[in-house]
């Protein structure tokens, strides 16, 4: 984005180090390289590349990582993940 994102203290968020998650059902374990339409709840509906996946054992669960499809996020997509209960930006360590 061209105007970068504020955390709660007003500083600018280093999204190289913070993934949006959201736990999702899909049918099938997604391949690298695969698209994926992934919803918010206010309807809108972003593409993401699979960059790839891996079972997390502990957790009972594959763990799919995605790589937004278009060059850069519009603000109205990051407003979108950002408002939305479902979708949480975490630190990538977390």
Not at 11 to 33: A, C, L, N, Q
Not at 34 to 54: E, F, K, M, N, Y
């Amino acid at each position: 984005m061209k105007v970068r994102a504020l955390d709660q203290n007003g500083y600018p968020i280093d999204h190289s180090s913070m993934r949006f998650r959201k736990v999702i059902e899909v049918p099938r374990v997604p391949r690298v390289g695969d698209v994926l339409a992934l919803t918010t709840s206010g309807g809108r509906s972003l593409l993401a590349t699979v960059a790839r996946a891996d079972l997390d054992e502990p957790r009972g669960l594959f763990v799919v990582s995605c790589q937004y499809a278009e060059r850069s996020i519009s603000a109205d997509d990051y407003a979108a993940l950002s408002n939305d209960p479902e979708w949480e930006l975490k630190h990538l360590l977390e």
